[in-house]
């Protein structure tokens, strides 16, 4: 079975860090893709990064060189680090994880429920 659940949110003050991670998906094999998405109020639901193909990282403009995703691959967590937080980073962040299903290697495509990031003085 799949399940995502992402933890790691919270309200912090600009300039600081946060670490979120994502766990729940053993019951993939064969990832495709990993990656970070947030809607911040009143927006889109927009990309953070991603990993594909076991080891392509994509950051959006916003989160390069502040934010690093990154994997453990035995336990099966996904992590977003995320430094230098600003106000523009208020936003509900959801993993997401594409792979084959172990039990019938049918294609699953799964999204955790979120996590509240509110960065804030």
């Known amino acids: 079975q799949v399940n995502l659940v992402e933890s790691g949110g919270g309200l912090v003050r600009p300039g600081e860090s946060l670490r979120l991670s994502c766990t729940g998906f053993?019951?993939?094999?064969?990832?495709?893709?990993m990656g970070w998405y947030r809607r911040a109020p009143g927006k889109q639901r927009e990309l953070v990064a991603v990993i594909t193909g076991g080891a392509n990282i994509r950051y959006a403009d916003y989160a390069e060189g502040r934010f690093e995703i990154s994997t453990d691959n035995p336990v099966k967590t996904l992590y977003l680090q995320m430094n230098s937080l600003k106000p523009e980073d208020t936003a509900v962040y959801y993993c997401?994880?594409?792979?084959?299903?172990?039990?019938?290697?049918?294609?699953?495509?799964?999204w955790g429920q979120g996590t509240l990031v509110a960065v804030s003085s």
């Open positions: 053993g019951g993939l094999g064969m990832i495709s893709a």
């Open positions: 997401n994880v594409q792979g084959k299903k172990t039990w019938d290697a049918s294609d699953g495509d799964y």
